[in-house]
């Protein structure tokens, strides 16, 4: 059973390009989530996508945006790239479960973004 | 609002010692309580879980009840090993869509 499933791996790009990550859920799972994770902290959400909407949205600007696809994989993008935007950024699925808490998400490797 | 409070680590033990990372929440409602952990390079794993009160989660040894009198969730397990050197992940989920995590603690356990 393939789990979730990120690309590419490592990414470096210059300020004020332009970045997407990909990100395949887990098998039976319908919900990705995004999450950016700086050095030394604990991953910060940015949204979640569900029947291909956003259906919740972190504390991130406009620059970041995403994508769900009827496979239910996902694209997260980020434009304007600034230097702060140098992370981690792990994706995790899951299944819709009504909108309880009792969700449970499972990480993928994640993509190491470097800006320079 | 919601959050989640970790022992600052590092935290550094000898084989077969005794481990418990302290963690505690804020939150309104019933959230559930969720531990990962991290190896050095990966992404996060789900180590255990508990989604009501007196709920204990437990896998690969590890152990936390989730204690609502106490707002805690606390992760214990009685002989660690080389191997669990890593960091921990204390999170709850609180609105079914996003995790909030404390801010990890890394251990490192020495032979």
């Known amino acids: 059973d ?3 499933t990120q690309s590419p791996t490592h990414l470096i790009k210059t300020r004020g390009q332009q970045v997407t990550l990909r990100c ?7 919900t990705v989530s ?16 569900y029947e291909e909407e956003e259906r919740q949205r972190g504390n991130f600007p406009d620059r970041f ?13 980020v434009n304007a790239l600034l230097l702060g935007d140098s992370a981690l950024y792990l994706c995790a699925s899951s299944i819709f479960s009504g909108g309880t808490s009792t969700d449970t998400q499972y990480f993928g490797p994640g993509t190491r973004l470097t800006v320079l | 609002g919601n959050s989640v409070t970790q022992m600052e680590g590092p935290v550094t033990l000898s084989e077969e010692a005794f481990l ?5 929440y804020t939150a309104t409602g019933y959230p559930s309580l969720f531990w990962y952990v991290q190896y050095p390079g990966e992404g996060l794993q789900l ?24 707002t805690s969730f606390h992760l214990e397990k009685g002989s660690v090993q080389v191997s669990d050197s890593a960091v921990y992940f204390c999170a709850l989920n609180n609105q079914g869509g996003k995790l909030i995590f404390g801010q990890g603690t890394e251990l490192s356990v020495k032979p």
Do not use: M
Not at chain 1, 24 to 30: F, I, Q
Not at chain 2, 50 to 61: H, L, Y
């Open chain 1, 65 to 77: 945006s995403g994508h769900q696809f009827p496979n239910y994989s996902s694209e997260l993008n």
């Open chain 2, 20 to 24: 418990t990372i302290n963690c505690t």
């Open chain 1, 2 to 4: 393939a789990g979730v």
């Open chain 2, 47 to 70: 180590l255990l879980k508990a989604t009501k009160a007196d709920d204990k989660g437990s896998n690969k040894g590890f152990e936390a009840t989730y204690r609502k009198e106490t």
């Open chain 1, 24 to 30: 395949s859920p887990k098998s039976g799972h319908d």
């Open chain 1, 34 to 49: 995004w999450y950016q994770q700086a050095l030394g902290q604990g991953p910060q959400f940015i949204f979640q996508y």
